[in-house]
């Protein structure tokens, strides 16, 4: 399916760029033309609510759940342990990954589904390491998503001749030194979701020698990536962001093929073995991506990540992002023209191609803010210090959804519905 760039679209841009004032009817006939609005219906949406935290936590296919039902009462209770052949359990992390290669410009064989982000980050860093001897830096970005600078100091903890180095964005080609073996950066940041230009870094990286691990947690299943094309040498990503794969879905890896018989992970684990079953005493790594592998995939998680992924079958990224950039666009439209907060201001690029699939402001009361927000169905989410962060599922998120939502941030800001005592406190998860 491809969406038209509709004359609605078009008209919406025009619009936005003049000033003139938006309308709730223009988003209406915005989201009569939107193909892509076809996938909300797949998804188990709770009526009333405007939800715009897809990028923490993606909703329910419904796909997911009808398979999850099937996988415990069938494969589960009935096919038990048979069920590794019979239903081919033991392929999942590598056909659930050859889905997800198909979304980052990878081949099937490059992409394996293992573990969470924050340990494949682990094992890809120290794969990385090994692949660069006599360099002993790991260079980060300093407002990098703080688990992946936690696994990397991890790391520098268990490994003394291994150092990280953390710079501002700006600084990050000047650091690149001969010190440097892996690159490890944030494709969309989480708080302001600017955008890296993965082309341009990874290829300074590697005209100093460095190899480059992209973290892809807010880009996959929302916009176009192409590691093949950037020539990018290590990638992890997310499964219940933007791919809709559940709460604590596993995450993913990418190995370049080119690197994948000398890479080796620090995590021996027995799945990553070339026989497993053969129950050797000595690890032999396996000849593939299947080295990074590790333990027993959770196998119900997998159903149900598996499942949503054929949501982005017939889809093209090309198109999911031009919505995504639409609807940023049409946020922050009006917030500019209907609020008139001046505390409230705009905290992600103003433009659409250097942003991931969020809107950020930033207030200086943000956390309550969202509460007050979030106990009037607009389910966003706070970010240390004073970010009010939107995500934008291009896949079930209408215009109108973007209008409503607006609607609701002016009337709380307009009578400081956020300024009482139970939207103080903090709750364990933000
Ligand atoms: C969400 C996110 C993660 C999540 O890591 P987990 O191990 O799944 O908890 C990692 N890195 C980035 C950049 C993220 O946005």
């Known amino acids: 399916m491809r969406v038209i760039e509709c004359m609605a679209l078009a008209r919406l841009r025009e619009t936005i760029a003049s000033g003139d004032t938006l309308t709730r009817e223009a988003m209406e006939a915005e989201d009569h033309q939107d193909a892509l609005l076809r996938s909300r219906a797949k998804f188990h949406l709770p009526p009333g609510l405007l939800y715009f935290d897809g990028n923490s936590l993606g909703p329910l296919p419904k796909k997911s759940r009808e398979r999850l039902l099937r996988v415990i009462d069938r494969e589960w209770g009935e096919d038990l342990v048979r069920s590794w052949n019979v239903h081919r359990w033991i392929d999942w992390p590598r056909t659930v990954g050859s889905k997800i290669a198909q979304l980052i410009g990878a081949?099937?064989?490059?992409?394996?589904?293992?573990?969470?982000?924050?340990?494949?980050?682990?094992?890809?860093?120290?794969?990385?390491?090994?692949?660069?001897?006599?360099?002993?830096?790991?260079?980060?970005?300093?407002?990098?998503?703080?688990?992946?600078?936690?696994?990397?100091?991890?790391?520098?903890?268990?490994?003394?001749?291994?150092?990280?180095?953390?710079?501002?964005?700006?600084?990050?080609?000047?650091?690149?030194?001969?010190?440097?073996?892996?690159?490890?950066?944030?494709?969309?940041?989480?708080?302001?979701?600017?955008?890296?230009?993965?082309?341009?870094?990874?290829?300074?990286?590697?005209?100093?020698?460095?190899?480059?691990?992209?973290?892809?947690?807010?880009?996959?299943?929302?916009?176009?990536?192409?590691?093949?094309?950037?020539?990018?040498?290590?990638?992890?990503?997310?499964?219940?962001?933007?791919?809709?794969?559940?709460?604590?879905?596993?995450?993913?890896?990418?190995?370049?093929?080119?690197?994948?018989?000398?890479?080796?992970?620090?995590?021996?684990?027995?799945?990553?073995?070339?026989?497993?079953?053969?129950?050797?005493?000595?690890?032999?790594?396996?000849?593939?991506?299947?080295?990074?592998?590790?333990?027993?995939?959770?196998?119900?998680?997998?159903?149900?990540?598996?499942?949503?992924?054929?949501?982005?079958?017939?889809?093209?990224?090309?198109?999911?992002?031009?919505?995504?950039?639409?609807?940023?666009?049409?946020?922050?439209?009006?917030?500019?023209?209907?609020?008139?907060?001046?505390?409230?201001?705009?905290a992600c690029p103003l433009e659409g191609r250097q942003r991931g699939s969020q809107i950020s402001l930033r207030h200086p009361q943000a956390f309550s803010v969202m509460q007050a927000l979030i106990e009037r169905g607009v389910v966003g989410d706070f970010r240390e210090p004073d970010i009010l962060r939107f995500g934008l599922g291009p896949l079930y998120t209408s215009h109108v959804n973007v209008w409503d939502a607006v609607q609701v941030l002016k009337q709380v800001l307009k009578s400081r519905a956020w300024d009482t005592q139970a939207f103080r406190v903090r709750k364990t998860v933000t």
Not at 262 to 285: C, D, K, M, N, Q
């Open 107 to 346: 081949e099937s064989d490059e992409v394996v589904v293992a573990d969470s982000t924050s340990v494949n980050l682990f094992k890809l860093m120290s794969a990385a390491l090994e692949l660069r001897p006599g360099r002993s830096v790991i260079l980060s970005e300093d407002r990098q998503f703080p688990t992946d600078l936690y696994m990397a100091q991890g790391l520098a903890h268990l490994r003394t001749d291994v150092r990280m180095r953390t710079v501002e964005r700006s600084q990050l080609t000047l650091a690149l030194d001969e010190d440097v073996a892996v690159l490890v950066l944030t494709h969309v940041d989480y708080r302001s979701g600017q955008l890296h230009d993965m082309a341009a870094m990874t290829r300074a990286a590697h005209e100093r020698g460095a190899l480059v691990l992209w973290d892809l947690s807010h880009s996959t299943g929302a916009l176009p990536v192409d590691l093949n094309g950037c020539y990018v040498d290590l990638a992890v990503g997310c499964g219940y962001k933007f791919l809709n794969g559940g709460p604590g879905a596993p995450g993913f890896l990418y190995v370049a093929r080119r690197w994948q018989q000398r890479a080796r992970s620090p995590l021996a684990g027995w799945l990553g073995h070339r026989s497993p079953f053969a129950f050797e005493p000595v690890y032999r790594p396996a000849l593939g991506i299947e080295r990074f592998r590790c333990g027993t995939p959770p196998i119900l998680s997998l159903a149900a990540f598996d499942a949503a992924l054929d949501l982005f079958d017939d889809l093209d990224l090309e198109s999911v992002w031009s919505k995504a950039i639409s609807l940023g666009d049409t946020f922050l439209a009006l917030v500019e023209q209907q609020i008139m907060d001046p505390e409230l201001k705009i």
